[in-house]
């Protein structure tokens, strides 16, 4: 029992040393993103296809849904092999929606492979100059308040969101 005690106080202390060993800062990379430009245009150009992905998706489920809609109506009034035609018409229209909704949306669709090409290299970008500012003020951990962290509260005295956007040659406004 007293092992495990000093245990628990050498462990406090040390701890407290690492710690107080260590400089600590937070980025923004909202902040940081909306400063960028190249990062407006490239959400933009994403933010477009996108749009234009989910109107060509709504117009298959619209017409999806009429069908439907039809085939309820009719279908007490139709000859069985109408009734199997038009029912087979329905699963295939189905299957093409969802195929088309993947393609755009899915895991490893359209979307996803575009904002690869375009949001990557932009956070990439802020990533590097993020290191080198953390580099050259030498800060062990620098946390990101925009993405979902744990960061709870945080002085402003150890934001690095303006120092990386000077990194990267952004002027602040």
């Known amino acids: 029992m007293k092992t495990g005690r000093y245990l628990l106080v050498l462990l406090i202390l040390f701890g407290t040393y690492f710690a107080n060993g260590q400089k600590y800062g937070y980025i923004d990379s909202d902040y940081i993103l909306k400063k960028?430009?190249?990062?407006?245009?490239?959400?933009?150009?994403?933010?477009?296809?996108?749009?234009?992905?989910?109107?060509?998706?709504?117009?298959?489920?619209?017409?999806?849904?009429?069908?439907?809609?039809?085939?309820?109506?009719?279908?007490?009034?139709?000859p069985e092999e109408e009734k199997n035609k038009r029912s087979e018409?329905?699963?295939?229209?189905?299957?093409?929606?969802?195929?088309?909704?993947?393609?755009?949306?899915?895991?490893?669709?359209?979307?996803?492979?575009?904002?690869?090409?375009?949001?990557?290299?932009?956070?990439?970008?802020?990533f590097e100059a993020m290191q080198k500012v953390a580099q050259k003020k030498g800060y062990s951990f620098v946390f990101d308040k925009a993405n979902q962290s744990n960061l709870v509260y945080a002085e402003t005295k150890f934001d690095l969101s303006n120092d990386v956007l000077k990194e990267m040659g952004i002027s602040i406004k």
Not at 50 to 78: G, M, P, Q
Not at 118 to 123: E, F, S, T, V
């Open 89 to 126: 018409e329905i699963t295939k229209l189905e299957q093409a929606a969802v195929k088309v909704q993947t393609s755009h949306f899915g895991v490893n669709g359209d979307y996803f492979q575009k904002r690869q090409e375009l949001i990557k290299p932009i956070q990439d970008k802020v």
């Open 36 to 78: 960028m430009p190249e990062y407006q245009d490239s959400k933009e150009k994403l933010d477009k296809l996108a749009d234009r992905w989910t109107k060509e998706i709504d117009e298959l489920y619209t017409t999806l849904k009429t069908k439907k809609d039809n085939f309820a109506k009719e279908e007490v009034l139709l």
